[in-house]
C-alpha cells in the first residue's frame, strides 16, 4: 500500500513537527495543482492552448495556462487562512489575502505555469512553489516580507505535468515523489528520499547562447563538449527541454548538471530565471537531495534578495560537477 500524501504530511507533524497550518496548506496547494494538470490534460478540447495576447510584469506574453493556473492556485490559497499573501511570477507584486478571510503566518511564492513555451507543442510543463513564513506578527504581506534568502524557506515543491502529473516536495527532511492516481485523485508516494549521484555524464544547457557567456562557463562547457580527447577524458551527453521543471525531475532521477546562466544580452540581469520562486525553490529541492545549487559563485540559497521578481544565474544538481563550474567562476 503506497502512502498518500496526506499520510505523509501526517506524519510530518507528529514525527519532524510541521505546524499543521503547513501541512494544510500544501494538501491545498497540491490540490490546486491537481486542478492545473486537469487543464493542461485537456489541451486544444478544453480551450487551453495560446496566447492571452497580455504581457506579464516579466515582458513575457502571457500563455492562457499561465494565466489560468495562477488563478487556481490564488482562489485556491487565499480563504484557508494559512497565508498572509501570495507572489506569484504571473502578479505584478505581492497580493495580500482579501480581507473577507482570516490571515495566516504563512507566504506562497510560485511559478504557477513553468516551461510556457512548451505548453502549445505538448512538452512536459509544471508548477514551482515555496513557502516562507510572514516575518512578523502581524502577517505582513508586503514585498520586503518576501525579501528573506532561500535558506528560510519552510518547504518547497514542483509538479511536473507529463507522462504522469508528478509532485517532487521537501519539507526539510529529504525530497519525496508522489504520483497522480487519477483514478483516486490521491497523490501516491512513489520514491522516497531521493539522492542525486555527485558525478554525472549529462548536462543541461542552451547552447544557442554560447556566444553570450562569461568565460568560466565557456571553459566548462568547452570541456565537457571535448569528451574523451579533452581534459575531462570522458563523453559528455547534452538535454535541454526549455522546461525548469522537466530538466530538474530527469537531474532529481539519475542525475546532471542544468545551467542557465548570466549573459552578455543584458548585464543588468543576473540571469534569465527568477530567484524568489524558480532559484530558490530548486535549489532548496537540490540540496535536500545531495546535490549543490549556486550562481556561479555562492550558494543560492543564501543570497539576500532585493526585488520580488530579480533574475539570478542558476548551476544545479550532482554537487561535484557544481562545484568544479563555480570553482572556475571563483578561479
Ligand atoms: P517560464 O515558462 O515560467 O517563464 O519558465 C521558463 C524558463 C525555464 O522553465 C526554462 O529552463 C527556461 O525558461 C528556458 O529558457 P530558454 O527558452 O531561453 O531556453
Ligand atoms: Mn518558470
Ligand atoms: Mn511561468
Same mark, same amino acid.
Given at each position: 500500500?503506497?502512502? !498518500?500524501? !496526506?499520510?505523509?504530511?501526517?506524519?510530518?507533524?507528529?514525527?519532524?513537527?510541521?505546524? !499543521?497550518?503547513?501541512?494544510?496548506? @500544501? /494538501?491545498?496547494?497540491?490540490?490546486?495543482?491537481?486542478?492545473?494538470?486537469?487543464?493542461?490534460?485537456?489541451?486544444? @478540447?478544453?480551450?487551453?492552448?495560446? $496566447?492571452? #495576447?497580455? +504581457?506579464?510584469?516579466?515582458?513575457?506574453?502571457?500563455?492562457?495556462?499561465?494565466?489560468?493556473?495562477?488563478?487556481?492556485?490564488? /482562489?485556491?490559497?487565499?480563504?484557508?487562512? &494559512?497565508?498572509?499573501?501570495?507572489?506569484?511570477? /504571473?502578479?505584478?507584486?505581492?497580493?495580500? +489575502?482579501?480581507?473577507?478571510?482570516?490571515?495566516?503566518?504563512?507566504? @506562497?511564492? *510560485?511559478?504557477?505555469?513553468?516551461?510556457?513555451?512548451?505548453?502549445?507543442?505538448?512538452?512536459?510543463? #509544471?508548477?514551482? *512553489? $515555496?513557502?516562507?513564513?510572514?516575518? $512578523?506578527?502581524?502577517?505582513?504581506?508586503?514585498? =520586503?516580507? *518576501?525579501?528573506?534568502?532561500?535558506?528560510?524557506?519552510?518547504?518547497? #515543491?514542483?509538479?511536473? &505535468?507529463?507522462?504522469?502529473?508528478?509532485?517532487?516536495?521537501?519539507?526539510?527532511?529529504?525530497?519525496?515523489?508522489?504520483?497522480?492516481?487519477?483514478?483516486?485523485?490521491? *497523490?501516491?508516494?512513489?520514491?522516497?528520499?531521493?539522492?542525486?549521484?555527485?558525478?554525472?555524464?549529462?548536462?543541461?544547457?542552451?547552447?544557442?547562447?554560447?556566444?553570450?557567456?562569461? %568565460?568560466?562557463?565557456?571553459?566548462?562547457?568547452?570541456?565537457?563538449?571535448?569528451?574523451?580527447?579533452?581534459?575531462?577524458?570522458?563523453?559528455?551527453?547534452?538535454?535541454?527541454?526549455?522546461?525548469?521543471? =522537466?530538466?530538474?525531475?530527469?537531474?532529481?532521477?539519475?542525475?546532471?548538471?542544468?545551467?542557465?546562466?548570466?549573459?552578455?544580452?543584458?548585464?543588468?540581469?543576473?540571469?534569465?530565471?527568477?530567484?524568489?520562486?524558480? #532559484?530558490?525553490?530548486?535549489? &532548496?529541492?537540490?540540496?535536500? =537531495?545531495?546535490?549543490?545549487?549556486?550562481?556561479? /559563485?555562492?550558494?543560492?540559497?543564501? +543570497?539576500?534578495?532585493?526585488?520580488?521578481?530579480?533574475?539570478?544565474?542558476?548551476?544545479?544538481?550532482?554537487?561535484?560537477?557544481?562545484?568544479?563550474?563555480?570553482? &572556475?567562476?571563483? %578561479?
Amino acid at each position: 500500500m503506497k502512502l !498518500s500524501l !496526506s499520510h505523509y504530511l501526517i506524519r510530518c507533524e507528529r514525527e519532524h513537527g510541521i505546524e !499543521s497550518d503547513l501541512r494544510l496548506l @500544501l /494538501e491545498t496547494v497540491a490540490r490546486a495543482c491537481k486542478s492545473i494538470s486537469h487543464a493542461v490534460n485537456k489541451g486544444a @478540447l478544453g480551450n487551453v492552448l495560446g $496566447s492571452t #495576447g497580455t +504581457i506579464n510584469v516579466q515582458g513575457e506574453a502571457q500563455k492562457k495556462l499561465d494565466v489560468l493556473s495562477n488563478e487556481i492556485l490564488f /482562489e485556491a490559497n487565499c480563504w484557508g487562512g &494559512y497565508l498572509a499573501g501570495m507572489a506569484s511570477e /504571473e502578479m505584478d507584486g505581492p497580493v495580500g +489575502i482579501p480581507l473577507a478571510y482570516p490571515r495566516g503566518k504563512y507566504l @506562497l511564492l *510560485f511559478d504557477p505555469l513553468d516551461g510556457s513555451s512548451n505548453i502549445d507543442v505538448n512538452v512536459s510543463i #509544471g508548477t514551482i *512553489f $515555496s513557502v516562507l513564513r510572514s516575518p $512578523s506578527s502581524e502577517e505582513d504581506a508586503g514585498e =520586503a516580507a *518576501f525579501m528573506q534568502q532561500g535558506t528560510r524557506q519552510m518547504c518547497a #515543491g514542483y509538479t511536473v &505535468y507529463g507522462p504522469q502529473t508528478l509532485l517532487v516536495l521537501s519539507v526539510g527532511h529529504g525530497v519525496q515523489v508522489f504520483t497522480l492516481d487519477r483514478d483516486t485523485g490521491s *497523490f501516491l508516494m512513489t520514491q522516497s528520499n531521493v539522492r542525486i549521484p555527485a558525478d554525472t555524464r549529462e548536462f543541461a544547457i542552451n547552447m544557442s547562447n554560447v556566444r553570450h557567456w562569461d %568565460a568560466p562557463v565557456r571553459r566548462y562547457v568547452d570541456e565537457l563538449l571535448a569528451g574523451r580527447t579533452g581534459p575531462r577524458g570522458v563523453d559528455f551527453n547534452m538535454r535541454w527541454v526549455a522546461s525548469m521543471v =522537466a530538466d530538474v525531475h530527469r537531474i532529481m532521477t539519475r542525475g546532471g548538471i542544468f545551467m542557465y546562466p548570466r549573459d552578455a544580452r543584458d548585464p543588468t540581469r543576473a540571469g534569465r530565471l527568477r530567484l524568489m520562486y524558480e #532559484g530558490n525553490p530548486m535549489a &532548496y529541492l537540490i540540496e535536500q =537531495a545531495g546535490g549543490a545549487a549556486t550562481n556561479g /559563485e555562492r550558494r543560492i540559497l543564501e +543570497i539576500q534578495p532585493a526585488t520580488l521578481h530579480e533574475r539570478v544565474a542558476v548551476f544545479l544538481g550532482s554537487r561535484n560537477e557544481v562545484e568544479r563550474v563555480t570553482g &572556475y567562476h571563483n %578561479a
